[in-house]
């Protein structure tokens, strides 16, 4: 039996329900969208999510790959990097040649991409003036390639919180692709009032990163 079978063998019968009914990429989203955000910091497996049905955007890539895993796509997660603001990590799939994602959220606007995408650099630049801190500044910097989950089988990333450290100091090993020249760095404005208040709609404050006196 294959990892991948052994974990959904071995999920509660409400676990093995709810994980093997994400049917596609939207049910995957949809999932993640109807369990609140987590603000605590800490990692949880695929395993913990469907048990504590809570995660933040960590989990949620994890428990999204395995879930595309499920479906035939690689276990594939990106991380997106910020100054002065949290980073977000994607769990990122293909189809039909494009590049799409499912993804956890605080933020309304960071969540699922349509596979429509030609490149991933394309896919992160979709998120970037959706990608904001408090300050209203707008804060996306970079990304990663992408990482394969199954790298990491070994640290049974799919059931347990045990090595899931592993994958967040690989994803911060990772050589960084910038996405802004220093030039449209110094013309950047700040996120209007309106779209702030949208991007904001149903997030928990808790959760929200705190820009504090340091210069973007």
Known sequence: MDRLAAFIQGLEPTQRAAFTALENPPAIQA???AIPYSCEPVYRSPRQVLTDRLAHCFDGALLAAAALWR???PPLIVDMVAERDDDHILAVFKQNGCWGAVAKSNFSGLRY?????????????SYFEL??????EKTLRGYTGPLNLRTFDRCDWLGSDA???RIAERLDAI????LL???QLAGLEL???RSFAAGLAGADPAGLYQPGGDTI
Do not use: C, I, W
């Open 31 to 33: 999932f993640l969208d």
């Open 71 to 73: 479906l035939g796509h």
């Open 113 to 125: 991409r349509e596979p429509v995408y030609r490149s991933l650099r394309e896919l992160v630049m």
């Open 131 to 136: 990608y904001y801190n408090t300050a209203r």
């Open 163 to 165: 090595g899931l450290e």
């Open 175 to 178: 050589r960084l692709k910038p």
């Open 181 to 183: 020249s220093p030039q």
């Open 191 to 193: 996120v209007d009032e």
